[in-house]
């Protein structure tokens, strides 16, 4: 019989009858593996141990990945750089650029039959033939570039993917010792610790639980949590959330064979006809697509009906267009970042000024022509002439090309992407592009305390034991030997098991804290008294626990019931200093002696020890027990004759008796108080937004430099900020928000409700002259909807959860505030370039077309032939989008104040340059053009024959003309007015090769280009000029810099007002094909009329093109990894069916999602520390507290430490219906502490 690592290779249960037992729920699942013998028989059947795990030896790893599969489902597989290109091609503006340079070749070759046909036929064939080819390579660049650039993206995602994917690992017992291993490593057989937080990797059976709830909303729609246990229901399935309680289980499916799994296989099915059917939806057949399928209507109806009962203010807006309705087609679509949205009101402008002067040439070309022809001259109507239209037509649709700017695309996207990828290397992974510069337009920063703060490395550094207060760690012979034996056992065993310190990688290391940090910090304290909590776990095992009280929002602490070892039990509890006070009658006194804990004893402890502490920055946490003994009892024991009823929670919690108080410190991250100096130089405003203490959040805020001496600021708690943004009906109202946000710095025991209502109140107010642009720093899942609402979100990389990572915009793989400031100076960058191009690309705009346009009337030609035109405008604003927009960010950026929403796009300053620098250029180019053959001694150019040949005239005029936007190309480097241009210039070494490059270019047109590019080679004495006037700008910006800005009317500058006043002019690009609403579709004219706005569309397509890949690429990385079984189509974890296989299998999947208001996210714990407060907040230290007693309202955690429950958001509402003052604590784990109704004065801080 083949054996496998010393054990039989055949297993006692097969893989199929494994897929069959998880398919059942409840009391069958019980009852089926019954049918095996019971969960022990199950992990004899499997080869493993419910203690020991697997043995961990390579060939019986290698032997269960054959057997029942790895953990891993395999990825679709990327889009070729073909079908890229294909995709590129389909683009409508692209096609009629394609179409226009058919018809150019195919003029070329139309020979009428005419007896006068003039002698340059031959040439002038080849010159039409070189035009259209022109064209054509023209749409090949573009669409290489666009292909290129998608492909590129998609390749450098999917190694990032791969690389958070990594960083994803649970806990697992292999050959007796708990182990975090990669997800993607778990095998069938497995025992996997599982604990509050967690989102389970793989499907298993419960061998031993505590409390355990799970969220399986994202399996069957449920929004209730489920009650798990060995009895009731012992199946955990993968994708599903732990909500509550701790436990451990047996791995019976991974990857393609877990529920989730079946699931995602289903999907991936799915998605090629989705793709076919999205394509139809876009060839115009949105219309049959307008009325959702009966279950899509269902679906929107039940999370219409979730949102409607969550509080106001909650959640994002309901339309479907809100920031969370993301369709992947339309990728982010939060409202327009703020510099496209400017580019789009820019383009639409330029595509009208364009337009009209393009039809104007045209119209005025053709009356000429045919008034000169037919009226002067009396001639007749010949085929020939044809071809003098089309001529007249190509100078318009010339005119029209270079009146947009067609780099401007080019330019945004290739400064984001290098930035992109630049802030990689500066901890930033960005997930959606237009983030990037957005940040660097933000204004205000609100910020978490714990992890992005302070280092979220927590340790105790006081403690209160036996009346002795200690600012340094006591020892063990510094504390009564019966006491410390408690406080020890305590807190070894009344603690998540998951939660260790393990030695650091190297001898100097600090320890790592796995787990949770505030537990940590409680086991680092007994290591610190010389004593090892592994050993006394050994001793008592996880399955000796009589009952476990997890913490939860309820409780705000948790406890544990273990066997004494002479009969009884004993219950040793740990949490919030004013939770457990309240609950305890005894406290160990001098000597270790036992005393009467009174309520004035209390007071003082409170006065004299807790609150300093908080004052401190620390969190206070209290250890107590109590015996239940079968004998005779003690004064601070129970006497019990059976088993105590351990569900009278209320009961068994009562008469504890006191054993310590520590208090933790999470020191600030020493980098964080000059981040945090730099930001406020730069102008931007950064909030701290806590759930900690009053007290706490205070005194680390202050460290941080938010909150300074001298300044006028607000501190508030969360009730006291609710009171006050709340009318007499309990509504939020705008107004009054907008009297406390200007003046808060820090807003202390936060909900996620308050959060996401400060960041909507300062995004929506119109207080501040240029509108306020909002960054928000998050990781828990409860953060969800203030990521998403801000302009940028920041997730967490190491501390966040899944669903924040989902909403937010970038993630901070070091979960540092400094890596924000490097975020701001790139994003600002971003901005900086893209307007040093524009002014570029403006004054080459305004120049061709006043050139073409008084050249096509004064002289029936244009001065700058089609082809010269194209080269202007194609090739060389493309080179040059890529030269200003390379430029590195210097520290200089961080000393101006942000431009905010309403900063017009194209200062005042910018203009001046425009305007300046064009008026030159047409000075020189016109003074050429009329007198410039007198002057230079040549032929003239003017009023030769439609077909004749190109002459130094005009060639010249081409010439200067490039030269003086070559040179200005150095001007537009500095767009803030300074003098020096040439400053940082080989700072940039892909600025001057371009230069250099685009130089030698043009010699070799000139030189070689004849008919081609219509030039006649010059000589040195006509180059020398030609170079003379392009310097001449160098110095004429000089003198232009002299101008006072601020003597020059504000109607100079171009793009100010706020985006939301042209959002339906940017959709009107993506209406075509998203609209179902056919009245919002423009005409076929206008379309083809504003090719401006077109062009611009395409390009930025480019961009959206990045950010739905980076979108799809998420939804992939769900498929691919177990982990993140979340798909962003879903919009996070949705109360409607995701998982119904019909409604995935629906093609119109997708353009439901996008019309299908998003149903909160349930929220996901996460590990956070469990801290301890005062039990009532005094605004001034030195006041002595007043009423003690505190109103009893509904009390509600949001995440918290190792075993919590989280109320869904309808919870919430529900409360803050029924009262609308009450308050709903709190983000960071804090505890639960209703405060005593103080006046207005003492729950706000002036300095």
């Known amino acids: 019989m083949a054996t496998i690592d010393g054990r039989p290779a055949q297993y006692g249960i097969s893989l199929k009858q494994l897929r069959e037992l998880m398919e059942h729920r409840g009391r069958e699942g019980v009852a089926k593996i019954g049918e095996f013998g019971g969960i022990h028989e199950l992990c004899k059947k499997l080869y493993t141990s419910p203690n020991e795990g697997l043995s961990g030896s390579k060939a019986d790893e290698e032997h269960r990945r054959e057997t029942f599969g790895s953990n891993i489902i395999p990825p679709k597989p990327p889009k070729t750089f073909l079908t890229l290109v294909w995709e590129a091609l389909q683009d409508v503006t692209l096609i009629i650029l394609e179409v226009a340079a058919l018809v150019s070749l195919g003029l070329s070759f139309y020979k009428p039959a005419d007896e006068d046909a003039p002698l340059l036929q031959e040439e002038e064939e080849h010159h039409g033939w070189i035009e259209g080819l022109a064209i054509l390579i023209s749409v090949i660049v573009v669409v290489i570039v666009t292909a290129f650039n998608d492909y590129s993206k998609e390749r450098q995602f999917r190694g990032l993917q791969s690389r958070i994917e990594g960083e994803h690992k649970f806990s697992v017992i292999r050959g007796g010792e708990v182990c975090q291993i990669s997800v993607g490593d778990i095998l069938v057989g497995d025992i996997a610790q599982i604990k509050y937080g967690d989102l389970l990797p793989a499907d298993g059976c419960l061998i031993q639980s505590n409390d355990l709830k799970v969220d399986e909303s994202s399996l069957t729609g449920e929004s209730d949590h489920v009650k798990k246990g060995t009895d009731v229901d012992p199946m955990v399935l993968s994708g599903t959330h732990v909500m509550e ?67 106001e203010g909650n959640h994002v807006p309901q339309s479907s267009s809100s920031a969370t309705a993301a369709a992947p087609e339309t990728g982010h679509k939060k409202e327009k970042s703020v510099l496209q949205a400017k580019l789009t009101k820019l383009a639409i402008q330029i595509g009208y000024a364009g337009s009209t002067i393009a039809v104007l040439t045209v119209i005025i070309l053709i009356i000429q022509f045919c008034f000169k022809t037919f009226v002067i001259d009396e001639k007749p109507w010949k085929n020939t002439y044809a071809n003098n239209l089309v001529k007249h037509l190509i100078i318009g649709v010339t005119v029209l090309v270079v009146a947009v700017p067609e780099g401007l695309p080019l330019a945004v996207t290739l400064s984001l992407a290098y930035s992109v990828k630049k802030m990689m290397k500066d901890n930033n992974l960005v997930r959606h592009l237009d983030a990037c510069e957005t940040m660097g337009n933000a204004t205000a920063i609100c910020s978490d305390k714990t992890g992005t703060l302070t280092t979220n490395r927590m340790t105790v550094v006081q403690s209160y034991i036996c009346e002795k207060l200690c600012k340094v760690l006591p020892t063990l012979n510094d504390i009564p030997q019966h006491v410390g034996n408690l406080i020890t056992m305590g807190i070894s065993v009344n603690s998540a098991y998951t939660s260790n310190i393990m030695a650091g990688k190297n001898p100097g290391d600090l320890p790592i804290q796995v787990g949770n940090k505030t537990e940590c910090a409680l086991l680092g304290f007994v290591q610190a008294l010389g004593v090892k909590y592994q050993s006394i776990r050994d001793e008592i095992p996880e399955d000796k626990f009589t009952r476990v009280y997890t913490f939860n929002s309820v409780r705000k602490s948790m406890g544990t019931v273990i066997p004494r070892p002479n009969g009884g039990y004993r219950l040793y509890t740990k949490g919030a200093s004013e939770i457990i006070m309240k609950k305890c009658s005894f406290i160990y006194g001098h000597e270790g002696t036992l005393e009467k804990f009174t309520r004035d004893m209390q007071e003082r402890l409170i006065r004299e020890v807790i609150e300093p502490m908080a004052c401190d920055g620390l969190r206070t946490i209290s250890v107590a027990y109590r015996d239940f003994v079968p004998g005779k009892a003690a004064v601070n024991e129970v006497h019990i004759d059976g088993e105590p009823n351990w569900d009278d929670e209320e009961n068994i919690m009562t008469n504890l008796t006191c054993l310590c108080v520590v208090g933790i410190e999470d020191p600030v991250r020493p980098e964080v108080p000059d981040a945090i100096r730099k930001c406020q130089r ?42 006050r943004i709340r009318d007499s009906n309990g509504d939020i109202q705008q107004h009054l928000i907008d009297k406390v946000w200007p003046r808060l710095r820090v807003l ?69 505030f400094s890596s924000i400031v490097k975020a701001v100076m790139w994003g600002r960058n971003v901005y900086d370039s893209i307007a040093k191009f524009l002014q570029f690309q403006l004054t080459v705009n305004v120049v061709a077309v006043i050139v073409a346009f ?51 796009l194209i200062s005042r300053t910018m203009m001046k340059n425009i305007l300046g620098q064009a008026l030159y250029q047409l000075v020189v180019i016109f003074g050429l053009l009329f007198v410039g053959d007198l002057i230079l001694d040549i032929e003239s150019g003017r009023g030769q024959e439609l077909n004749a040949g190109p ?95 601020r003597k020059l009317p504000k109607i100079l500058s171009w793009g100010r007002g706020h985006p939301e006043e042209y959002t339906d002019a940017m959709n009107l690009g993506e209406e075509r094909f998203d609209s179902i609403d056919s009245d919002k579709k423009p005409r076929a004219g206008q379309i083809l009329w504003i090719r401006g706005l077109t062009r611009l569309q395409t390009q930025l397509r480019v961009i959206r093109a990045f950010r739905s890949t980076l979108e799809d690429l998420n939804e992939r990385r769900s498929m691919h990894s177990l982990h993140s079984l979340r798909s962003p189509r879903s919009g996070g974890l949705g109360s409607h069916p995701l998982y119904n296989f019909n409604h995935l299998l629906s093609p119109n999947y997708n353009k439901q999602q996008s019309q299908q208001p998003k149903s909160p996210p349930h929220p996901q714990p996460q590990l956070q520390p469990l801290p301890s407060d005062i039990s009532y907040i005094d605004e001034d230290p030195q006041q002595q507290p007043q009423q003690r007693t505190s109103p009893q309202l509904p009390s509600i955690n949001v995440s918290a430490p190792n075993s919590s429950t989280l109320p869904s958001f309808l919870e919430i509402a529900h409360i803050l219906k029924q009262q609308p003052q009450s308050h709903c604590n709190n983000t960071e784990n804090e505890t639960q502490q209703q405060t005593a109704k103080y006046t207005n004065g003492q729950n706000e801080t002036r300095i």
């Open 748 to 816: 202390a025991r936060s909900s996620p409700t308050d959060k996401y209502t400060l960041v909507k109140g300062i995004i929506d107010s119109t207080v501040s002259e240029n509108r306020e642009v909002v960054a928000v720093t998050g990781d828990g899942t409860n953060d969800g909807p203030a990521l998403k609402k801000a302009d940028v979100g920041f997730a967490m990389g190491i501390a966040g959860t899944d669903v924040a990572k989902e909403a937010s915009d970038i993630i901070l793989t070091d979960d540092n």
């Open 951 to 1045: 002459t130094q005239h005009f060639t010249i005029i081409f010439n200067t003309f490039v030269m003086m936007t070559l040179f200005n190309e150095i001007n537009a480097r500095k767009i803030h007015g300074q003098r020096n241009v040439i400053e940082g210039l080989f700072t940039n070494p892909i600025f001057y090769t371009i230069w250099i490059f685009t130089m030698i270019s043009q010699v070799l047109i000139i030189q070689y280009g004849k008919m081609a590019f219509s030039t006649k080679a010059l000589s040195l004495d006509q180059w020398l000029w030609c170079i003379f006037f392009g310097i001449g700008t160098l110095v004429w910006g000089q003198l232009i810099t002299s101008v006072p800005t």
């Open 682 to 723: 730069a102008g931007i405003t950064v909030r701290m937004v806590t759930g900690d203490n009053v007290n706490t959040a205070r005194s680390i805020a202050s460290k941080c430099g938010i909150l300074r001496p001298n300044d006028d600021f607000l501190v508030l708690e969360g009730k006291e900020f609710n009171r």
């Open 245 to 311: 309680g701790s436990g451990k289980m047996i791995v019976t499916a991974v990857g393609v064979n877990s529920q989730a799994g079946i699931i995602f296989t289903l999907l991936g099915a799915a998605v090629d006809e989705q793709e076919a059917e999205i394509k139809k939806m876009k060839k115009g057949e949105s219309g049959k697509g307008s009325q959702p399928p009966p279950q899509t209507q269902h679906q929107a109806v039940h999370s219409e009906g979730t949102k409607s009962s969550e509080s």
């Open 854 to 904: 008084i050249g096509a009337c004064a002289v029936q030609d244009s001065p700058l032939k089609a082809v010269q035109m194209l080269w202007v405008n194609l090739i060389m604003d493309t080179l040059a989008s890529l030269a200003l927009a390379t430029e590195l960010p210097t520290p200089d950026l961080l000393l101006r104040k942000p431009y905010g929403r309403t900063k017009p």
